[in-house]
């Protein structure tokens, strides 16, 4: 275990990540036996969690296509798990190859790997960060190497989720929205207890509690406060499946709330 190429020597291994155990729920194999365990529990708790990881994934390459539609060509992309297959930089860079990409992650099993999938790629980087300290985040060499933040820009945000302390939540979406210049876009995605059985939640959380990084699901209400000071994007805050599907065979479609998750875009005037 410990000798696996891609982890770090920091590395907890005595309980299980999130960011690996979203990796095996998505087929992955960059996951130990307790990530393994825990995503079967999670598994146990909601039988769709699999799809639940898809569904994310796909929202995506969704929102991913629509910001470059919008001639945004660079992206910081934070909490953003190993960036594997249909991952921000191959999306991205797909539709344009000289876009640029800034991955940012707490997990340094998941920076460590995502630097040896980017080492050929000179418009993509990966730096680890405590996105708790946004300043730091936007001040990064690294990043202001690569993305000049003088210009639109796009953060994508899936971490909030696990950011329990409501302030410093909030904190952090203020500072990066500021930092961004006008024409910038905030794409956001956040797990939410609506429309869930409180008896599930309670479960939820108590089984990332034993995790590396704890979680706190959050209402539609208190998602919606994220985008304060940005203009919403059509069709606004919606369950993860309804933000501009591409066809009928997008999972949930037809029962978004199983997605378990909220999305929405907001631009900076």
């Known amino acids: 275990m410990s000798n696996a190429k891609w982890v770090s020597e920091d590395a907890q291994l005595d309980k299980p990540s999130p960011a690996r155990m979203y990796d095996y729920l998505l087929g992955g194999y960059h996951n130990f036996a307790i990530d393994r365990g825990a995503a079967e529990q999670l598994i146990a708790i909601n039988p769709d969690a699999p799809l639940v990881m898809q569904s994310y994934r796909a929202f995506l390459r969704r929102v991913v296509k629509f910001l470059v539609e919008q001639g945004i060509d660079q992206f910081l992309d934070i909490g953003s798990v190993t960036p594997t297959a249909g991952s921000t930089h191959e999306v991205v860079q797909k539709l344009n190859p000289a876009a640029r990409v800034a991955y940012a992650d707490i997990d340094p099993d998941t920076v460590r790997h995502s630097e040896a999938i980017l080492r050929d790629n000179p418009n993509a980087v990966a730096i680890q960060a405590d996105v708790r300290q946004p300043e730091l985040l936007l001040s990064d060499p690294k990043v202001t190497d690569l993305l000049d933040l003088s210009k639109p ?90 933000w501009r599907p591409e066809g009928p065979d997008d999972i949930f479609l037809d029962e978004p709330a199983k997605s378990a998750s909220f999305a929405g875009v907001g631009r900076k005037p």
């Not at 820009?153 to 952090?172: M, S």
């Not at 208190?222 to 606004?236: K, R, S």
């Open 153 to 242: 820009t796009a953060v994508l945000i899936a971490l909030l989720h696990y950011i329990t302390d409501d302030e410093r939540a909030y904190r952090l979406v203020r500072v990066l929205r500021d930092g961004l210049s006008p024409g910038s876009y905030m794409a956001i995605s956040h797990g939410s207890h609506e429309d869930a059985p409180p008896a599930v939640t309670a479960r939820l959380e108590a089984l990332y509690a034993k995790a590396t990084t704890p979680v706190k699901l959050r209402s539609r209400a208190e998602i919606a406060a994220f985008f304060d000071g940005l203009e919403l994007i059509e069709p606004g805050l919606v369950y993860v499946p309804l």
